[in-house]
């Protein structure tokens, strides 16, 4: 029996151990998401993706904030407390923030450049990848439904951690109040639960 328990401790322990990412979706699996949250689906850009039912959705249609290509932001229900007992940074509002521009070759997608910024990249690897100065800084590879995708840090001071990926344009997964990628498990849960829909 005790080397029963100890062969089980070393095949958990080996298995914890060989996952380098533990939020990264697995191509072809079924996500189990908690019971109570809700759908967030936009049939015009093809993705969807499930949030905390009690977590506050906001949709940038119709505001100032769609020209920076922000499409729809979630956050939790005591963001406004943490903010206004100054827990929170006003800019960290959103649990996470989506963004879809055409493609790289735009000031927004590009966090607004940086000195030596070029708009006539073929993709967004070519950009991650060039030898310039940039605000979007790459971290490292996963995926996000299937879809190759990387890990990035956007800006300069108060950098944030985020998920970029081409699927019919291009998509930026932000998570302001994360400049690493120790998300939460809601979180987790979230960008797990990342659909891209057939168009």
Known sequence: MKSFIIAIA???????????REIEPQAGTKVNIPSGYEEYRNEDL??????????E?????DTIHVQRGMVVGVNTPDTRELIEARKLPPDSEMNLVVSHWDDINNTYAQAG???????????????????????????????????????????????????????????????????????????????????????
């Open 10 to 20: 070393i095949i958990l322990t080996t298995g914890t151990g060989c996952s380098t």
């Open 46 to 55: 093809g993705f969807s993706f499930m949030y905390p039912g009690d977590w």
């Open 57 to 61: 959705l906001t949709d940038y249609a």
């Open 113 to 199: 450049g940086g000195s030596e910024s070029r708009y006539d990249y073929e993709s967004l690897e070519e950009y991650l990848t060039d030898d310039i100065y940039r605000m979007v800084q790459m971290q490292g590879e996963t995926t996000v439904d299937g879809v190759m995708a990387y890990e990035v840090i956007v800006g300069g001071y108060g950098a944030y951690y985020g998920i970029m990926f081409e699927h019919n344009g291009l998509y930026q997964l932000l998570f302001p109040r994360n400049p690493d990628n120790t998300l939460s498990e809601e979180e987790k849960a979230v960008l797990d639960s990342f659909t891209l829909l057939e168009q």
